[in-house]
């Protein structure tokens, strides 16, 4: 169990970040690789035929050796901040302090024997302990590769999962309040006043003390949120968005490929205001984005919501207009 102290300053100072961080992605990514939940099996069989045509075979052995699944792997590859440039967040990453990165290998190396009874390849990780430039320019580019090859692809889906999910969660938050935000946040979460406990695989207590939690939405994040294992860096808590049953990946191309009558069906200004609604909107913004008055805004969205693609909610004198499911799938051709 993961027992988060608040202090009535940490309730006001919750943060939500808009979009998922590219480097825990990439770690939770790697970890769905090499032991897929369910939703993720299409997404795995996919990326391995691609990996392996590519011939990433040893940048993925030595990034799953240096992110294992299990209850530690080195807060390091996960920067504190919110990074959604991956050249900035591996660029932080191989900045780490020599001192932090051999605390944190060898920390690593002691704990994986003792969990799963297998030895872990150290030779491949102490020279990233050390702070060797070869070592380090290695795990940069593996880290780079194998992002370009399992993630940037599929990019757009979950990256509107996420923003949709962040929208629901700052609705709840300014309407309801903080600890209502918190106690509906996923499940294998209970909010205990003032206690967040979160199911876990160790015992572990982190105390705000003033500097308040960072909520990040994740795509790849499964079971339960997580956050850094040294509970003196900025607090921060990674928690899974909610998902469909299955997931069925579509790189670009093939979307492009499957939507490319959407202007054709639904007309080349509606197309594009649908396009733009991945995340809520007024009709003003969408007015300005589609360079029209807000009175055609308003027809072109009320349209949309009659047919099923676009939902309205009024937020006081305003309202907000966002994408539904349907016109998501409609929007990438499912």
Do not use: K
């Amino acid at each position: 169990m993961l027992r988060i102290h608040f202090s009535s300053a940490d309730l006001g100072r919750l943060r939500l970040a808009a979009q998922p961080d590219v480097m825990w992605e990439t770690v939770l990514s790697l970890h769905q690789l090499a032991s897929p939940d369910p939703f993720f099996v299409p997404w795995r069989r996919t990326v391995c035929r691609a990996l392996a045509d590519a011939g990433l075979g040893p940048d993925v052995r030595l990034l799953t050796a240096i992110a294992p699944i299990s209850s530690y792997f080195p807060d390091f590859l996960t920067p504190p901040g919110h990074t959604t440039a991956l050249e900035a967040g591996i660029d932080v990453v191989l900045s780490t302090a020599r001192c932090r990165l051999r605390a944190e290998i060898d920390r690593l190396l002691e704990a994986r024997p003792r969990e799963d009874g297998r030895s872990c390849p150290s030779g491949r990780l102490d020279g990233i302990g050390a702070g060797r430039p070869p070592a380090l320019h290695r795990l940069g580019a593996a880290l780079r590769r194998y992002h370009a090859v399992a993630l940037a692809p599929y990019t757009p889906g979950p990256l509107v999962l996420a923003r949709r999910d962040m929208a629901r969660r700052a609705s709840v938050l300014l309407e309801q309040g903080s600890e209502a935000m918190l106690d509906g946040l996923c499940s294998g979460l209970r909010w205990r006043p003032p206690v967040l406990e979160v199911s876990y695989p160790v015992a572990r207590n982190v105390r705000l003390a003033g500097r308040g939690l960072h909520l990040v939405p994740s795509f790849f994040c499964h079971n339960h949120p997580i956050g850094f294992a040294d509970p003196e860096l900025p607090p921060v808590l990674i928690y899974p968005v909610a998902r469909t049953a299955l997931w069925i990946p579509r790189t670009p191309s093939a979307e492009r490929g499957a939507g490319q009558g959407l202007e054709e069906l639904i007309g080349p200004t509606r197309a594009a205001a649908l396009r733009f609604l991945d995340t809520g909107h007024s009709t003003t913004a969408l007015a300005g984005r589609l360079c029209v008055s807000a009175s055609t805004a308003s027809r072109h969205a009320a349209a949309l919501r009659r047919a099923g693609l676009v939902a309205t909610e009024r937020l006081g004198a305003s309202v907000l207009h966002t994408r539904t499911r349907l016109g998501t799938e409609l929007v990438h051709g499912a």
